[in-house]
């Protein structure tokens, strides 16, 4: 999800920007794990893949008003729901360590050529 202030990144600081959407694949379902134990997570991870997507693929998914409150917060915020089926096809994969980052249509891989080995 991106909150509708996130949006305006490239805007605001006048620098490109974009989205990372991060697929993980783990040996035990998620609901097993014990989150205070991050070290545990990291043994656990089998593949991870991160792709880096154009600033304005975000444009497509409309803004949803999320309001509400708990026993500890309340919020109002405008926020999009990104889909994991829309990405872009992937134009450049790098292998680094711990797994791969995927650039996508439209992301200039100039800005990642450090990356590559």
Not at 83 to 100: H, Q, S, Y
């Amino acid at each position: 999800m991106a909150l509708e202030y996130q949006i305006k990144y490239p805007e605001t600081y006048q620098k490109p920007g974009f989205w990372a959407a991060g697929l993980y694949k783990l040996s035990t379902p998620i609901e097993n794990i014990d989150t205070k134990d991050l070290d545990q997570i990291e043994k656990l991870m089998i593949s991870r893949e991160l792709y880096l997507i154009n600033w304005d693929w975000i444009y497509q998914f409309p803004p949803s008003l999320s309001k509400g409150t708990n026993g500890n917060s309340e919020w109002d915020n405008m926020i999009r729901y990104p889909k994991f089926n829309r990405l872009p096809k992937t134009t450049e994969e790098i292998k680094v360590d711990g797994g791969i980052i995927r650039l996508t249509e439209g992301v200039n891989p100039d800005y990642f050529k450090h990356l590559f080995k």
